[in-house]
C-alpha cells in the first residue's frame, strides 16, 4: 500500500508544481495556451515505409467524451437530443459523462448507447481519496474506461507503466478500455510521430490479452479542442502504421479486428472524410459530442465508411 501510495505521489507532483507556481491561471488552460500558440499542420517528415492499408473488419465505434462539462439541465437535454435521434444501426456507440453524472444518464439513455467512465483508478478500491475504482464503475453500469488520454498524460502528469496499470485491472475487472495514444506538436515536427506512438502502444499491449474489448483511439494532441483536424491523409497514414504494428507485434488477427478510431476536433463538417478512410474505424468525440444533432451525424458518417468500401 505504501509502495503505491508514493508511485501516486510522484505520478501527480508535477502537476502540484506547476499549479503552485503559475496560480494565475489553470492548467488546462495553460496547456492548450500553448498549444494554440504554435500550431499548424506539419506532416510527419520519417514515413513509415512498407505499411500497406489494411482496413479494419471491426464494427464502426463513435465515442463522446464529455470532459468535465454540463448540468444537470444541459445533461438531460443533450440525452433528449440523442434519444430522438434516427441513428445508423451498425454503428457501436459509446458517451462518457462526467462521473456525478453517470448514474442520471445511466437512467435515462437508450440503451443503444453505452456508457464510458472518463477514467478510473489504477487497481483495487481502498484508501485512495477521490478516486473511482473499475469494480464500481462495472457496479453503475459503466461497460468502458477512456485510458491515456493526453490531457490524463500531459496535464495531471500519468505515464506509459501508470497507464499500463490501470488497462490491465480494468481489463481485469471486465471493464473494456479505449486507449488513447497520440503525439504532441513538437514531436510531430521531430519526425517523432511513430516512435512515440509506438511507444505507447507497447506499453497498452504488454497489459492486454484480450484484444476484443480494446479500441485504440489516435488523438494527435496538436488537434484536441484546438479546432485544428488532421487532414484525413494524415489519419490514415498513422492509423494504417498503428494497424502495421499491431500486425507485427501481436497477430494478424488482432490487426484485423482491433477498431482503431480517430480524435481531435472531429466534428459533423470533417467526419465525412474522415469515415471514408480505409484504417479509419470510427472517432472519439469532444466539443461536438454535447451537441445532440451533431454528434448524431458523426455517428451516421458510418454511411461514408459504406460507400467507400
Known amino acids: 500500500m505504501a509502495a503505491m501510495a508514493s508511485s501516486l505521489t510522484s505520478q501527480v507532483s508535477g502537476l502540484r508544481r506547476e499549479v503552485l507556481s503559475r496560480e494565475s491561471a489553470p492548467p488546462t488552460a495553460l496547456f492548450l495556451r500553448s498549444v494554440h500558440s504554435r500550431l499548424r499542420l506539419p506532416s510527419l517528415r520519417?514515413?513509415?515505409?512498407?505499411?500497406?492499408?489494411?482496413a479494419g473488419t471491426g464494427k464502426f465505434f463513435v465515442g463522446g467524451n464529455w470532459k468535465c462539462n454540463g448540468t444537470k439541465d444541459s445533461i438531460t437535454k443533450l440525452v433528449?437530443?440523442?434519444?430522438?435521434?434516427?441513428?445508423?444501426n451498425d454503428v457501436d456507440i459509446?458517451?462518457?459523462?462526467?462521473?456525478?453524472?453517470?448514474?442520471?444518464?445511466?437512467?435515462?439513455?437508450?440503451?443503444?448507447?453505452?456508457?464510458?467512465?472518463?477514467?478510473?483508478?489504477?487497481g483495487k478500491g481502498g484508501a485512495f481519496t477521490g478516486e473511482i475504482s473499475a469494480e464500481q464503475l462495472i457496479d453503475i453500469g459503466c461497460k468502458w474506461v477512456i485510458l491515456g488520454h493526453s490531457e490524463r498524460r500531459h496535464i495531471?502528469?500519468?505515464?506509459?507503466?501508470?497507464?499500463e496499470k490501470k488497462a490491465a485491472f480494468a481489463l481485469s475487472q471486465n471493464l473494456k478500455v479505449i486507449a488513447c495514444i497520440g503525439?504532441?506538436?513538437?514531436?510531430?515536427?521531430?519526425g517523432k510521430t511513430f516512435d512515440v506512438c509506438f511507444q505507447q502502444m507497447k506499453a497498452f499491449a504488454d497489459s492486454i490479452s484480450n484484444w476484443t474489448d480494446v479500441v485504440i483511439a489516435y488523438e494527435p494532441v496538436?488537434?484536441?479542442?484546438t479546432g485544428k483536424v488532421a487532414t484525413p491523409q494524415q489519419a490514415q497514414e498513422v492509423h494504417a502504421a498503428l494497424r502495421d504494428w499491431l500486425k507485427k507485434n501481436v497477430s494478424a488477427?488482432?490487426?484485423?479486428?482491433?477498431?482503431?478510431i480517430y480524435g481531435g476536433s472531429v466534428n459533423g463538417s470533417n467526419c465525412s472524410e474522415l469515415a471514408k478512410q480505409e484504417d479509419i474505424d470510427g472517432f472519439l468525440v469532444g466539443g461536438a459530442s454535447l451537441k445532440g444533432p451533431e454528434f448524431a451525424i458523426i455517428i451516421n458518417s458510418v454511411t461514408s465508411k459504406k460507400v467507400a468500401a
Open 183 to 190: 503525439e504532441k506538436l513538437e514531436e510531430r515536427e521531430a
Open 222 to 225: 496538436w488537434a484536441i479542442g
Open 253 to 260: 488477427e488482432v490487426a484485423s479486428f482491433t477498431r482503431i
Open 80 to 88: 433528449a437530443d440523442l434519444n430522438d435521434a434516427k441513428l445508423e
Open 156 to 163: 495531471i502528469g500519468e505515464d506509459d507503466q501508470f497507464i
Open 46 to 54: 520519417r514515413p513509415h515505409r512498407g505499411v500497406v492499408a489494411m
Open 94 to 122: 459509446v458517451v462518457a459523462p462526467p462521473y456525478i453524472y453517470v448514474d442520471q444518464v445511466k437512467q435515462s439513455l437508450t440503451d443503444r448507447i453505452e456508457i464510458s467512465a472518463q477514467n478510473c483508478w489504477v
